[in-house]
């Protein structure tokens, strides 16, 4: 069995979700998921197990298969649980800077923004935005030099992107873009080498990135 995140029925289902062919909070029996998945039954009693040891469903003898559906208490612990991580890391991050790489991605910023207002559309953008922020975000978690801490942040990562589709206006282009220039605030104070700065912009991102889920 594949274990962690890049099982091939856990990515199956992620993308599943992603795509709108199954929803949070449904129940399905297991006979149907495995359609939707297009797996057999056996590599799927596999998938299942792994995807409940993640939290994200829950199997009851003859209901069926619930996908998790994250409520307000959810949302705010995997915030402050992301925050936590990220603070540490980006406040390590902060100390041996790479001004190229500041640089660099700053473009990679400015041309995603550009992009998301050209195309207007999250079925083309999403992929994308999510490496872009994958990449961004996952370097200060880097910082820490430690294969457990990223071995969590990778299935925190995953959790944070499925709460999302709560509210899909999080992810619409306005907000997108407003995360975006968010990143930019972070980056400028790395810049100026401005450890406490980065921190303050990483969590008022954090913070704005939380309400747009729960209120956009």
């Known amino acids: 069995m594949s274990e962690g995140i890049d099982n091939p029925g856990y990515l199956a289902f ?3 979700l992603l795509a709108g062919r199954l929803k949070l909070g449904q129940t399905l029996k297991q ?4 359609d939707v998945l297009d797996m057999s039954l056996s590599p799927m009693r596999e998938t ?3 995807l409940e040891a993640e939290g994200l469903i829950t199997v009851r003898r003859r209901i069926g298969i619930t996908i998790f559906y994250p409520d307000v208490k959810f949302v705010g612990n995997t915030f402050q649980f992301r925050g936590i991580l990220e603070r540490e890391g980006l406040t390590k991050f902060a100390r041996s800077t790479d001004i190229g790489w500041v640089r660099r991605t700053r473009d990679d910023h400015e041309a995603m923004i550009d992009y998301v207002r050209q195309v207007n559309d999250q079925s083309v953008y999403r992929e994308p935005v999510r490496l872009l922020e994958r990449a961004f975000h996952g370097s ?3 910082a820490f030099d430690n294969l457990q801490i990223d071995m969590i942040y990778q299935r925190l990562t995953q959790k944070m ?7 899909m206006e999080a992810v619409g282009p306005a907000n997108t873009i407003r995360s975006m220039s968010e990143h930019l605030d972070i980056l400028d104070a790395l810049e100026q080498r401005d450890a406490e700065g980065a921190v303050a912009a990483l969590d008022k991102h954090l913070q704005g990135s939380l309400h747009r889920v729960l209120t956009a």
């Open 14 to 16: 992620v993308d599943a």
């Open 31 to 34: 006979e149907e998921l495995c």
């Open 48 to 50: 299942t197990t792994l």
């Open 140 to 142: 200060f978690i880097a």
């Open 161 to 167: 992107f499925l709460i999302r589709l709560i509210n």
